[in-house]
Structures are given as C-alpha cells and as structure tokens.
C-alpha cells in the first residue's frame, strides 16, 4: 500500500507526489492552495499518477478487508472490527476525493465551453485526460443540438448577448493581426492590428471573447 | 452512511451536503485528538512511533475528521475525542474578550465550517462551542461587511489574511458587488469584455515564455 499525498485539487498537483513510502499507510489527502485565487481559472495536468495510487491504495484496503471479513465471519472474531471499519472509512474517503477531483475538473471543463469557445487552445487541451476531451466534445454536442432545439428556424446561440444588447453595430478596435474575415452580408474585411471596425454586434462578439478585437464604447 | 450521501442527488452543492465540496473536503481533513478504547488489529502503521503491528487500546492518536467520524459513532464507539484545542474553552474566552484580532485564518482555515463538523461528536462541550462560533461570526461580520463594501481599489491582503474562507467568500462577494455597481454607474457595463478564462491563459503563456 502506498502513502498517497498528493494534491487533490482543482488546480492540482502543486508538486509531483512524492514517492510512495514502502510502509503501509492508509489514504492522506494533503491539499495545497493554488496561490492567488481560491479557484485556478486554468487548468492543470491531469493528476493521472496520483488518481492510479490511489486507485492502488483503494484496492490493496479492499483486498485487506475481504480477508479480515472471511476471518470474521469464520471465527466471529469481534476485534477484527474497527480495523475494517478503519479501512472502510479510508475507501470511502478516497472514492470521495476522486469524484470530488472528477467533478470539479469537469464543471471547469464545461466552464471552458463558454469561455473559449467550442475550440480549445492546444495547450489546454494537452492538460487534458482523453476522457476529459471526450467529456468536452460531448457537452459541446449537446449544447449545440439543444441550441438548435430552442426556435423553429435557426435556433439560439445562448453564448451570444451574455450582456444585454444596446445595437445591432458596435465598434471594435483588432489588437492583433487575425487575417481575413468574412462578415455575413458577403464582404471581406482584413483584421489587422489598431485597425477599427464598424460590425455586427452578433458576429464579432466571440472574438472580442477571444480577446482578438476590443469593444471601444463611448 | 453519512448525511453528506444523500444529498449526491441535490442540485446545489454549495449550500448543502457537498460530497463533491473541494471546501468540505479539505475541511474534514482537520486531525482531532483521538483516544482508542478498543485495540485495532493490524493497523499500527498508522502511527510510525508504534511498535506492533497494532494499535493497542488506549493509544493516543491524532486522526483526521472523516476518520475520527467513522469510528466514533453511536453504535459502538472505538475511540473517543477530545477537542481540537482551538475550540477548547481557553480559546473561547479570548473569542468572547475580542474576536476581531483573532487570525481565523492561522487557526482554520475552515475554522466555522470545521467547527460545526465538529458538533455531530454530541461532545459534552458542543452546545457552547455552537454558541461560541455564532458569536465570534456576529462580531467579525461587520467589519468584514464594513470592508468589503467601502474598500474600493485598495490593497486589502492584510484584512483578507485573517479571514477564514467562509468569511474570505463573503468579503469577496461584497467586492463583487461594489465593483459591479461601480461599473454600472460608469456604463462600463455594457462594454463586451474578453473572457476571464482567456486572460488568465494568456497571463501563463507569457510567464511561460519569459521563463524560456
């Protein structure tokens, strides 16, 4: 059985795990305080080393109590019991950080969908689990088939107009180089840095999401 | 087992059972002092200073809450708990004489939270520990509430330091609150904004790349 002090931890793993000790020890959570905020608004490598010691661990307690319950129920033997309950409770406690660990690494991921887009960035998605990224593409698809769902014609964008709209136009000023776009009404304008534009409210809201153009207001 | 099973189903973490709670958890991590009144078999690893292989009764451990929940309960008890010192009386009474000065935050950091964990141990004790976290909240809530809706752009780290979290969440619910008029009154309001979560992956990009 191996010590797991890991960091279970949105933000997880501050350090990589030390190695596991070769003395039996039972499940120890050390969390660590990303440093800034309560909650990392990235997020870190998914801790899969540290998720497979403690599924080791769960496993080697589990084992372990099987045994000390056949030994129970063969000679009644009533002292074996706070050991298994010991060992239950450590179970239980492991399962609980893992789901704790899971889930709240998937609301961020669902989080992520409307912040950055249906695309993510590369680096981003390298911190991700393959589950993770199945996760994502999944709610991806749902939030598009619901979106589809909502009007007869066309459907809704529910990650448009997060903000009250005050018009249809507004003025926006590129802080980087984007290349070509194409607005609706067919025309091709060049995205390039300082320049300013005159645009559909509906389409260039992303991009200012993006952080690719600034909404100037007056 | 636990009450905070039951409410895997409910839709609001936060406010109820929080099994999934990243705040709960590390909040029931907390060690109390435990005695053992009955010997465990095969389990003396968990204390390096044991020499058998098992605990023998009357041991004297530290165990962290979930732990100490699990084996103290009504049914039969396996081990018995004292109080964390810092909900012991002699702490009390420095809360009673004046809990603003107090640093929650060295003393918790989930100091409220801990504490009402603390109260399902039906300790002889619990009914003024209960009375005592209501009061030391009472008398730290307004200069929290003070701060948190006049302090506007200042550098509040040294206040913010002290506070537990709940009492950190509420300070900064407040800060939210003020901005968000702030910005309201300013028409900022309407001004469509690049997404936090792109900020904050920019931020890194750029240490990233000052770091190489």
């Known amino acids: 059985m191996s010590l797991i002090r890991h960091s279970l931890y949105v933000g997880v793993v501050e350090k990589p795990p030390p190695p596991p000790l070769t003395e039996e020890q039972y499940g120890e959570m050390e969390p660590k305080y990303p440093e800034g905020g309560h909650y990392l608004s990235v997020l870190r490598p998914h ?21 000390d319950v056949e030994k129970a129920l063969d000679g009644a033997q009533a002292e074996m019991f706070p050991g298994i309950r010991m060992r239950h409770a450590a179970l239980e406690r492991n399962k609980r950080c893992v789901l704790a660990y899971v889930y709240n690494r998937l609301q961020k991921i669902a989080q992520m969908r409307w912040e950055f887009g249906s695309v993510l960035p590369a680096d981003i998605k ?15 698809k749902c939030l598009a088939t619901y979106m589809r769902s909502v009007r007869a014609e066309g459907g809704l964008d529910l990650t448009q107009d997060l903000k009250p709209p005050k018009s249809l136009y507004i003025e926006v000023r590129c802080l980087m180089d984007h290349g070509e776009f194409e607005t609706q009404d067919g025309g091709v304008i060049l995205l390039k840095k300082n320049s ?12 200012i999401r993006q952080g690719v153009l600034e909404h100037s207001v007056h | 087992m636990s009450s905070s099973h039951d409410s895997r189903g409910s839709q609001n973490f936060e406010a109820t059972g929080d099994y999934f709670s990243l705040d709960d958890i590390l909040a029931t991590q907390e060690r109390i002092p435990c005695t053992f009144q009955t010997e465990v078999l095969n389990l003396g690893y968990i204390d390096p200073s044991l020499d058998s292989s098992n605990i023998p009764k009357g041991t004297k451990l530290e165990l962290p809450f979930w732990l100490a929940k699990a084996l103290c309960s009504r049914r039969k008890q396996c081990v018995t708990i004292d109080l ?14 004046d809990a603003n000065v107090v640093d929650l935050h060295k003393l918790g950091p989930y100091f409220y939270r801990f504490g009402s964990h603390l109260l399902h141990f039906e300790h002889p004790e619990s009914p003024d520990i209960a009375k005592s976290l209501l009061k ?12 948190s809706q006049n302090a506007y752009d200042q550098d509040m780290s040294k206040m913010t330091e002290k506070l537990d979290e709940m009492e950190k969440v509420i300070f900064f619910h407040g800060q939210k609150g003020l901005k968000d008029l702030q910005m309201w009154e300013t028409r900022e309001g309407e001004k469509i904004k690049i997404s936090e979560m792109v900020i904050n992956h920019r931020k890194r990009k750029r240490t990233h790349l000052d770091e190489s």
Not at chain 1, 197 to 207: D, I, K, P, T, V
Not at chain 2, 136 to 147: L, N, P, T, Y
Request: a negative charge; aromatic letters at 16%.
């Open chain 1, 126 to 140: 390298y911190n991700l689990a393959e589950q993770e990224v199945q996760w994502f593409i999944k709610y991806t």
């Open chain 2, 136 to 147: 030391v909240f009472q008398a730290r809530f307004r200069d929290i509430m003070d701060a």
């Open chain 1, 196 to 207: 300013q534009h005159f645009l559909l409210r509906s389409e260039c809201e992303h991009l």
């Open chain 1, 47 to 67: 801790g899969d080393d540290c998720v497979r010691q403690v599924f080791e661990e769960m496993r080697a307690l589990f084992e372990q109590n099987q045994q």
């Open chain 2, 84 to 97: 964390p010192k810092h909900y012991k009386e002699v702490y009390r009474d420095v809360f009673n004489a």
